[in-house]
């Protein structure tokens, strides 16, 4: 099953996170299907490509719990 989820980069206690499609049986930093944004929890700053991730949620993608709170604070999704 596809997930839609974060990857970690960065460096030690500066993260930053990639937001990626991948096999839910992949681990955290594996190879992802598509990269679709980023977001850096410390300085708030976020990029979504919509196009993209309304392509794979319409293909059936399940969004992580913490991705799916970031795409509703970001207006890309609705309850």
């Known amino acids: 099953m596809l997930k839609l989820r974060l990857k970690r980069n960065g460096r030690k206690r500066q993260p930053s996170y990639r937001l990626v499609i991948m096999e839910n049986t992949t681990r955290r930093d594996g190879r ?47 309850e």
């Open 32 to 78: 992802p299907v598509d990269e679709v944004g980023y977001y850096n929890p410390i300085t708030k700053e976020s990029f979504f490509n919509e196009e993209k991730i309304i392509k794979w949620l319409s293909y059936g993608v399940q969004p992580t719990e913490t991705v799916f709170h970031l795409l509703k604070k970001s207006n890309l999704i609705k």
